[in-house]
């Protein structure tokens, strides 16, 4: 814990950050499935804690016994190896497998969101996991704007490696009529227009003027507050 809320700050030196990474390595197999997502979460950010520690965690992930790891443990801790890059591509593979196996059961609907938007970032894809979560998702009605966003995004990353079949092109039809652009970070505003252009036409066009909408109001919002610096520097 003491490790996890430094990396959160950028006032710890290198010999600090040195004993820590060195302690944390000897003592990694004492860690609980619930610490391992955590450091694994606190290694992603830029800076001392980055890359200290990655790699060990994510071989220790590999070889921990997964069936014993709870639904919250393998989503925080997916997400994580996917942002961490190849290094994490391994342990993720393994992660996704065990929740393949429980064929997703206990899994929110929040965490199916997350878990294909981990597929989508680190490019580990397993096509029956795929089918499970997207069938899944394309059924919700509710889903909250940050996973549906997420998922978005996702399902046009994997378009062109999902299977055939109704049930992407519903996918991707569920998750624009959830609008997850409106009132959103220009990040998410961004994505959604990335992802419009490459799902197909004949499934985005009815939501083009809502995207395209948000993207003005972000524009005009930019536009008042470079107005707004520059008559403060008057």
């Keep these: 814990l003491t490790t996890v809320a430094l990396s ?37 950010r830029p800076g001392w804690a980055f890359g200290r520690w990655t790699n060990a965690l994510a071989v220790e992930v590999q070889h921990r016994d997964l069936a014993t790891f709870s639904v919250r443990d393998i989503c925080m801790s997916s997400q994580a190896l996917a942002r961490i890059g190849s290094v994490g591509r391994a342990a993720l593979s393994a992660l996704l497998t065990e929740a393949s196996r429980r064929k997703l059961k206990d899994f929110s609907i929040a965490d199916k969101a997350f878990l294909l938007w981990s597929m989508a970032k680190s490019k580990v894809v397993q096509l029956d996991l795929c089918c499970l979560l997207g069938k899944a ?19 046009a990353v994997l378009w062109d490696s999902l299977p055939v079949g109704s049930w992407k092109d519903h996918l991707a039809s569920s998750l624009c009529m959830l609008t997850p652009w409106l009132v959103a970070p220009r990040c998410d505003v961004a994505s959604a227009a990335w992802a419009f252009g490459i799902l197909p036409p004949e499934i985005v066009r009815g939501s083009w003027a809502s995207l395209t909408d948000s993207s003005r109001e972000l524009a005009t919002e930019a536009s008042l507050k470079a107005m707004s610096l520059h008559e403060l520097m008057q």
């Design 8 to 44: 959160k700050v950028d006032v710890v030196d290198d010999v600090v950050a040195d004993i820590l990474s060195k302690r944390l390595v000897q003592c990694i197999t004492m860690f609980s499935s619930k610490d391992l997502g955590l450091l694994l979460a606190a290694s992603q």
């Design 137 to 155: 998702l394309g059924s919700c009605s509710e889903l909250s704007r940050e996973a549906s966003s997420a998922a978005l995004w996702a399902t």
